[in-house]
T-cell receptor, first 114, second 115 residues
Framework: AQSVTQPDIHITVSEGASLELRCNYSYGATPYLFWYVQSPGQGLQLLLKYFSGDTLVQGIKGFEAEFKRSQSSFNLRKPSVHWSDAAEYFC????????????FGTGTRLTIIP | SAVISQKPSRDICQRGTSLTIQCQVDSQVTMMFWYRQQPGQSLTLIATANQGSEATYESGFVIDKFPISRPNLTFSTLTVSNMSPEDSSIYLCSGRGGGRSETQYFGPGTRLLVL
């Protein structure tokens, strides 16, 4: 069965600093990978997704992620964070015939300090 | 993209009662799903809501506890039955198209507190 590990429960970053959130997955086939963000009191918003092709994926809000098959990783990065980026970030892997069943990691809570 | 709404947005319920959560999508989607997010935890898939037939439940979830309906391509309900405090969670609805590369869109969630 597939699984996703987000080793960092909570990360604190200064505004304007760079960010990297880690994600490792376990899946027997070529994975479909996603990063979602959940702001307080909100639902989940898709930041980016990887299905195939270029391993560096660009998303919304200036985020990008790199798929590294050799490391089973899909880390999320942003060169300069903004206070509005404070939220919970979830990595997910899709499984099932149409890759529709999402297995989520436990999430990383991002705090931004001035 | 699809815009998904849920009602109610939050509720406080007494143990032993049931609550039905509604999910509405603004466009037709092939697949709809229900997830649970327990306090401080990640999302867990409860079931796939199938149009016109019984939902497909994941391991650990049963129809008697979480009956689901999907009468058409844009609407689904989840009922949390005979509630206990352990059912206090956020319940999220999602939808997507049928292709392999489709994006899954999520509703804002229903925050349930059971006393």
């Amino acid at each position: 069965a597939q699984s996703v590990t987000q080793p960092d429960i909570h990360i604190t970053v200064s505004e304007g600093a760079s960010l990297e959130l880690r994600c490792n997955y376990s899946y027997g086939a070529t994975p479909y990978l996603f990063w979602y963000v959940q702001s307080p009191g909100q639902g989940l918003q898709l930041l980016l997704k990887y299905f195939s092709g270029d391993t560096l994926v660009q998303g919304i809000k200036g985020f990008e992620a790199e798929f590294k098959r050799s490391q089973s990783s899909f880390n999320l990065r942003k060169p300069s964070v903004h206070w509005s980026d404070a939220a919970e970030y979830f990595c997910a892997v899709g499984a099932g015939f149409g890759n529709e069943k999402l297995t989520f990691g436990t999430g990383t809570r991002l705090t931004i300090i001035p | 993209s699809a815009v998904i709404s849920q009602k109610p947005s939050r509720d406080i319920c007494q143990r032993g009662t049931s609550l039905t959560i509604q999910c509405q999508v603004d466009s037709q989607v092939t697949m709809m799903f229900w997830y649970r997010q327990q306090p401080g935890q990640s999302l867990t898939l409860i079931a796939t809501a199938n149009q016109g037939s019984e939902a497909t439940y994941e391991s650990g979830f049963v129809i008697d506890k979480f009956p689901i309906s999907r009468p058409n391509l844009t609407f689904s309900t989840l009922t949390v039955s005979n509630m206990s405090p352990e059912d206090s969670s956020i319940y999220l609805c999602s939808g997507r198209g049928g292709g392999r590369s489709e994006t899954q869109y999520f509703g804002p969630g229903t925050r349930l507190l059971v006393l």
